[in-house]
């Protein structure tokens, strides 16, 4: 039985040493300059390859929509005639409505904001209020930034100010 346990720890006794990780810096083998290293490419100025490049790479800017009667995802582009309108709100760089939900302290706070607002801030926060009112029971609340021209109501009033919107065609 005396001889088992002293084969048993030496056995234990290489198990451990190779099972020995490197955990010190000393221990860790050195670092390998790979600067000299040879990468075989070529470039091309080509302009009969790059068109296929130009393909594959993202555009720069968003494209313009094509104007149509009737898009099949809802989406209407800006009025025209906006000049005569007391408050102007400029689309997001997508062609998107500016109304966003923030969503805060755990999920129970939602607030609607509406940004990028340009002239009459408070006309807006006024009709937008006297729509939203009849469909809830609580008091409606908000905050008006005019030096930052944003609005923000408090609650979930993301559609409804969509709908409002796009039915003014703002």
Partial sequence: MLAFKKLSCTLNKYIYTACKRNISFYDSPFLVDHENTKIKFE??????????????????????????NNYPSKW????????????????????MLPVYLCISQRGIRRITKIKNIQGDIWLLEKQLRD????????????????????????????????????????
Avoid: C
């Fill in 76 to 95: 209407k582009p800006q009025g025209d005639n906006l000049k005569d309108r007391p408050y102007f709100i400029a689309r997001t760089k997508n062609h």
């Fill in 43 to 68: 470039t091309s100025t080509s302009p009969e390859e790059w068109k296929y490049v130009e393909r594959v790479l993202p555009p720069a800017v968003v494209p313009t929509p094509i104007p149509k």
């Fill in 131 to 170: 729509f939203i009112q009849p469909q809830d029971i609580r008091p409606i609340r908000s905050q008006v930034n005019e030096f930052a021209g944003y609005i923000r109501f408090h609650g979930d009033y993301v559609n409804a100010i969509k709908y409002w919107l796009m039915k003014r065609n703002v």
